[in-house]
């Protein structure tokens, strides 16, 4: 897929799970199971899918994943699988993490950024070493200080690291990366995330971070039980998403198990899938 000057690869680092009624919120399970039914432990599998873009001067990552400093237990706890990894799936495209340019992270859940480090030597250092990672100030101040609520969702191992190498960017507020890349804040979910938003004259990608994670979200009332503030991610869904019907845009699922994104379409006072798709070649 080509956007201006970035041809456009979609990328997997892994996949993982979480509980299935935190995952959907006060939606019942005799629902929710339906198109994402739930092991023993009552958890879903969810991706941890990227975007990589490549210019001839720029080769970015959007988000990082679950990473691989996770303990046995921790593993099980969150049914880590390694099958992928982000190294392996950079292989495919013939490159590897110190090529990376920039990473550009929507925000410092464990679940997107934990890639971003790496243990060498007995020391954490950036995963990607010669790049730029890119976050909202506002959502990093929250992580340092984060509530007794979502303190188990920021781990500070996973960005700490960058920010004392010097190599964490702060954005603050609605930015502009360059003329294909916008970064657009929202803060239902958690205080300080940004949309990634891909445009050009023809196309344009939303990625979406945890504002609609799998396509099974898109439905207004299907919000996470782990959202700091529903009726914003409520708000921030209705506006998104009649911006994507109305201007045609492809709204881009970064933990959906199957589907890598889809187009939207009006239905009554909400919003359903139009078209799904797995992958650029299915356009």
């Not at 680092?13 to 979480?18: N, R």
């Not at 039914?37 to 679950?66: F, Q, V, W, Y």
């Not at 529903?230 to 009649?242: A, G, Q, R, S, Y």
Request: proline letters at 4%.
């Amino acid at each position: 897929m080509q956007i201006g000057k970035y041809k456009i690869s979609i990328i997997e680092s892994g996949y993982f799970g979480l509980d299935g009624g935190s995952m959907f919120g006060i939606i019942p399970k005799v629902l929710w199971q339906k198109t994402n039914p739930p092991d023993a432990s009552n958890r879903i599998k969810l991706a941890t899918r990227h975007l990589l873009l490549e210019s001839d001067k720029k080769k970015i990552i959007i988000d990082t994943g679950m990473g691989n400093k996770w303990d046995d237990k921790s593993k099980n706890i969150y049914a880590v699988d390694e099958k992928f990894s982000m190294n392996s799936s950079l292989e495919k495209y013939g490159l590897k993490p110190d090529e990376i340019t920039d990473v550009i992270l929507t925000h410092l859940h464990f679940d997107h950024t934990g890639g971003s480090t790496l243990l060498q030597d007995g020391k954490l250092v950036p995963a990607f070493p010669n790049a730029k990672y890119y976050v909202q100030k506002q959502n990093y101040d929250w992580a340092i200080n984060p509530s007794d609520r979502d303190k188990g969702s920021y781990l500070k191992e996973n960005f700490l690291p960058l920010y004392e190498e010097g190599v964490l960017e702060f954005i603050i507020g609605d930015a502009e990366f360059d003329e294909e890349i916008e970064f657009i804040v929202i803060n239902g979910h958690t205080f300080g995330q940004q949309l990634v938003k891909i445009s050009d004259a023809s196309n344009t990608f939303l990625f979406c971070g945890d504002l609609v994670p799998t396509v099974s979200h898109i439905p207004l009332s299907y919000i996470m039980g782990y959202d700091l503030q529903p009726l914003v991610t409520l708000h921030e869904k209705k506006k998104f998403l009649k911006s994507a019907v109305d201007e045609n845009w492809k709204i881009f699922c970064e933990h959906d198990p199957e589907i890598a994104f889809t187009t939207i379409k009006k239905i009554g006072e909400g919003f359903t899938v139009d078209k799904k798709f797995r992958s650029f070649e299915e356009i």
